[in-house]
């Protein structure tokens, strides 16, 4: 699987900016899509994630991000989006997009999502910059 991530860039505060990541494969409904950010000097860090449809499309998020991002999928296109709005300066970072390949008979929560270690395939960042 490989992923393409776009829609970086830089934003002022409370502004907003969509990324946009897409996955190659025949079988992206099956597909766990997250995303992850690393500011530097810092960890990477969950953001946002979005089930399989066939297992309801459910999503979670990040306490930092809950009410201003929201992570939506498009199966048609084999692509998960990001839109980010009330951008503040503390979420500049390196977005990345990740999959997790989910089983069927699978079903994992919120904490499953969390750790970047669960992740079967990443693609490369792109640079969100906020100014003040």
């Known amino acids: 699987v490989q992923l393409q991530a776009s829609g970086g860039g830089l934003a002022q505060a409370g502004g907003s900016l969509r990324l946009s990541c897409v996955a190659s494969g025949r079988t992206f409904s099956r597909y766990a899509l997250g995303w992850f950010r690393q500011a530097p000097g810092k960890e990477r860090e969950f953001v946002a994630v979005?089930?399989?449809?066939?297992?309801?499309?459910?999503?979670y998020y990040a306490d930092s991000v809950k009410g201003r991002f929201t992570i939506s999928r498009d199966n048609a296109k084999n692509t998960v989006y990001l839109q980010m709005n009330s951008l503040q300066p503390e979420d500049t970072a390196v977005y990345s997009c990740a999959v997790v390949v989910v089983g069927p008979d699978e079903v994992y929560g919120r904490s499953f999502y969390d750790s970047d270690l669960n992740y079967d395939y990443w693609g490369q960042g792109t640079l969100v910059t906020v100014s003040s």
């Open positions: 979005i089930t399989p449809s066939w297992s309801g499309a459910h999503t």
